[in-house]
Each structure stands twice: as C-alpha cells, then as structure tokens.
C-alpha cells in the first residue's frame, strides 16, 4: 500500500459534465496557462482524472469554508469504497457534514480515490468536533486500519 504522501500546498479543482470533456479541457489554452504557471512554481505536482463515485452532497465552492481533499491509498479498492460510506455516515452524525464528494481515478492512480467537503466552521471547531470524540479513535482509525485503508486530509481555505 505504499505510495507518495499527500503534501499538497495547492489544489485546483475544474469540474466538467463528462469525463470526456476533461480531455477538452486539458487541450485548452486556459488550462495550459494554469497549468503551466503552477508547474514554474512548483516542487512537485499530481494530476488526476476523475470521475464522481458516490455524493452525499455538492460541495459549495463559492463562498469560505474549511474546504478537505482526503487522499486515500487501500489494499483493496471495492472495500475501502464501501467503508468510505460507513464513514461518511459517522461524519454527518457527527461533524455536521452536508455535503461531499467522492472523486475516483479514471486510469491508474496513486490513490484509489479523493475525497472532496466541506464545512462551514473554523479549523479549532472542526478539530474539536473531530479529534474531541472517542469514537472517531474506536470507529473511524480502526475502521480505516482493520480495512487496509488510510487516508491522508488535507484542509484547504479558498485562495
């Protein structure tokens, strides 16, 4: 289950109707002029073509937020998607969570899917909110552990 960490100062997200038209959109003179400014000034950088795997909500993107992409790497794919619904149920039970969505490679990939929410509260809440639960040690990490299955969060603002 090895695989690169998730260590991502940036992450852009551009949304389309089909996975078809991701590829339009990657021949296209504005992505290019994205793209190329954010590979001049990076150390490193990763690409993925998705597709949506599962929605609890859409994820509003035009107003601040604590914004997460979780990257996760699993032995095996099929069980770690069913766990990411038995997950995704602890969370809006007990973060509040509304809204996310599953985004799955289209082609090989270093993670087996990311996951994309967010929430309307600060940082300090969503940590006590998170870590301050006894359950989300007994439940969610051993969840994640027993099923072969990690995820690395990364919290983001709108830039």
Same mark, same amino acid.
């Given at each position: 289950?090895?695989?690169? $960490?998730?260590?991502?100062?940036?992450? +852009?997200?551009?949304? %389309? %109707? %089909?996975?078809?038209?991701?590829?339009?959109?990657?021949?296209g003179p504005e992505y290019r002029?994205?793209?190329?400014? #954010?590979?001049?000034?990076?150390?490193?950088?990763?690409?993925?073509?998705?597709?949506?795997?599962?929605?609890?909500?859409?994820?509003?993107?035009?107003?601040?937020?604590? *914004?997460? *992409? /979780?990257?996760? @790497?699993?032995?095996?794919?099929? &069980?770690?998607?069913?766990? !990411?619904?038995?997950?995704?149920? !602890?969370?809006? &039970?007990? +973060?509040?969570?509304? /809204?996310? %969505? =599953?985004?799955?490679? @289209?082609? $090989?990939?270093?993670? @087996?899917?990311? /996951?994309?929410?967010? !929430?309307?509260?600060?940082?300090?809440?969503?940590? &006590?909110?998170? *870590?301050?639960?006894? +359950? *989300?040690?007994?439940?969610v990490l051993a969840n994640l552990?027993?099923?072969?299955?990690?995820?690395?969060? #990364? =919290?983001?603002?709108?830039?």
């Amino acid at each position: 289950m090895a695989t690169r $960490p998730a260590q991502y100062d940036v992450v +852009t997200l551009i949304e %389309t %109707t %089909t996975v078809e038209a991701a590829g339009e959109v990657a021949a296209g003179p504005e992505y290019r002029k994205l793209h190329d400014a #954010i590979a001049a000034a990076a150390r490193e950088e990763y690409l993925m073509t998705a597709r949506c795997l599962r929605r609890v909500g859409d994820v509003d993107k035009s107003r601040p937020g604590l *914004f997460l *992409f /979780n990257f996760f @790497v699993a032995e095996d794919p099929a &069980v770690a998607l069913d766990l !990411w619904d038995h997950l995704a149920a !602890w969370y809006a &039970v007990e +973060t509040g969570l509304d /809204n996310s %969505t =599953l985004l799955g490679p @289209v082609g $090989p990939d270093d993670y @087996v899917f990311v /996951n994309h929410a967010r !929430w309307d509260m600060s940082l300090p809440r969503f940590a &006590v909110k998170q *870590f301050g639960k006894r +359950t *989300f040690y007994s439940y969610v990490l051993a969840n994640l552990h027993a099923n072969g299955t990690a995820s690395m969060p #990364i =919290l983001y603002r709108l830039a």
